[in-house]
C-alpha cells in the first residue's frame, strides 16, 4: 500500500503507508512503542504472566478443572511476569507464602482482565523480600502449561 | 482439623485483626495519605498483609516502606500464627531492593478451637498494635538482605539479550554505610531528571536524521540540479538536505508533509 504526497508542490514521492496509523505526523511512533515510563500500560500489553503454586493446591485445582472445566478462584488469581525454575528464587522474589511446585503459564497478558491488585512491586511479606512484579484477577484465566520447579 | 474449618475460623477472625491494624496505625500517627494497604487471603492462605509508605516505582519514590504480615501455618498437626515486620526501601536507579527484618514472632492458635477465641484475639489485637509501632519505630542499620528488582515481563530485543535486568537474587549483603536512613520524609526534592521519563534501554535507530546531515552541501550534479526545481528521486543513494539520509519505515517527508494538514 503507498500513497503519493506532495512535498512544496515540487515533488510527488511515494510513500509506504502503515495501515492503522493516525496520520499525523507529529507524533513520535517510537514513543507510543516506548512505553518505558508506563510499566504498569507495558505489562498489561505485553507481559507472559505466570502462576507459582503449591502442589497441594494445584491437585484441588487440577480436580476442580476435571469436575468443573475451569478453575474456581473463591478470591483472587495471584499472577506474575516472573519467569524462574527455582521453587526457593520464586517464593523469594514473589514473597508467596508457601514454597511452590509449579509455575503454570504462561497466559498472555491481554487475556487477564486484572481487576484486584494492579500491577506492582510485591512488598516483602511472611520474611521475605518481594521485589517481583505481580498482579492479581477475580476472573477465569486460560489455562496454562505446568512446569515443575527444582 | 480441615481447610474449611481453617478458613472459616480465620475468616471469623478477620474483622478483629483489621480493627486492630485500625487502631494501631492511628496509635502510630500514620497519615491516611501515607498508601496504606490491607490484604487477606495472600496467595491463597489464611494470612493478613498490611503495608504504608509503599513507594511509588511510578515516581521513583525513595521512601521506605513498612510491612506487616501474618500467616497461619500448620506444623506437624497444631496451628501457629506467625508474624513478620520489615522496612524496605527501593533504589529505583540501581533497581535493588533493601530489606530489614524488623521482628518474627510466632504465636500458638488456639482461637481455631473456639475455646479461647476471645481472649486470644483480644491479646492478638495488642500484639499488632505492638507490631505496627515497632516497624514505624524501627532505625535499621544492619541485617539487610538486598535483591534486584524484577523486570515487568519485557522481553528484549535479541540485540539487548545481554543488556537486559535479570531479577537474579543478588546474594551479596548491602554494607549498611550504602543505605540511607530512615530519617521520616525525603529531604530531597524529587528532581525532573530523576523521573523515569524514557527507558534507559531505550536507543534511538538510525531513522533519526543526524545532525550533520542538515548541513550536507547539495551535490553539483543530483537529483535537485534542475534549475526549475522539479528533481526527481531517481537516486536513492544521493544524500539530500532535505529528506536526509536512507530511511526506512515512516518517512519524514511524508511526516512534513502531512503535518501542516493532519493536526489534532
Redesign the interface.
Known sequence: MASK???NG??E?N?PL?PGT?????ID??DIW????N??G??AL????YRYVAPA?YKTECKAVRDLSYIPTS??T?LT??R?DSAM?AA??LA???VPGYRIGPVW?LDVAVDG?A???S?????K?????ELTTTRRIPFGERHGLK | MTASAVQIAWDRALPNLRAAVDQGLLSARVEFSSNV?V?E?????P?L?V?WS?PS??NWEDRW?R?I?L?LVEVEGSWHL?M?G?K?F?DWSTHK?T?A?VF?KQFDAPFLTDVTTATFLSSLVVEIKRAILEVEEARPTTGF?V?????????PRVEEQNLSIS???DSEARSASNVPLDVGPPNRPVEHAD????????K??D?IVPQDDQETPLPESGPFSGTD?????ESTTTRSP?FGAHRT???????????GV???
Do not use: M
Not at chain 1, 505485553?46 to 504472566?49: F, K, P
Not at chain 2, 535483591?147 to 522481553?155: F, H, I
Not at chain 2, 523521573?195 to 531505550?202: A, G, I, R, S, V
Open positions: 504526497f506532495k512535498y515540487l515533488l514521492v510513500v502503515d493516525f496520520l499525523d505526523g507529529s511512533w517510537n516506548e512505553l518505558g515510563s510499566p504498569v507495558r505489562l505485553t507481559a507472559q504472566l493446591a478470591g483472587s495471584w511476569p516472573l524462574c528464587e523469594k522474589l508467596l507464602p508457601h497478558s491488585v500491577a506492582r512491586i512488598p516483602p511479606r511472611f520474611g523480600t518481594g521485589g517481583a512484579w | 494497604t490484604e487471603w495472600i496467595h491463597g492462605e494470612s498483609g503495608y509503599v516505582s511510578r516502606g510491612s504480615s500467616l506467625r513478620w520489615a524496605w527501593d531492593r530489606v527484618t518474627e538482605q535483591v534486584s528488582l524484577g523486570d515487568y515481563g519485557y522481553r531479577p537474579a537474587v523521573l523515569p521519563l524514557k527507558n534507559p534501554d531505550y534511538k535507530d531513522r526545481g522539479s528533481g526527481t528521486l532535505v519505515g515512516h518517512n519524514s517527508a511524508w511526516q512534513s508533509a502531512t503535518s493532519c493536526r489534532r
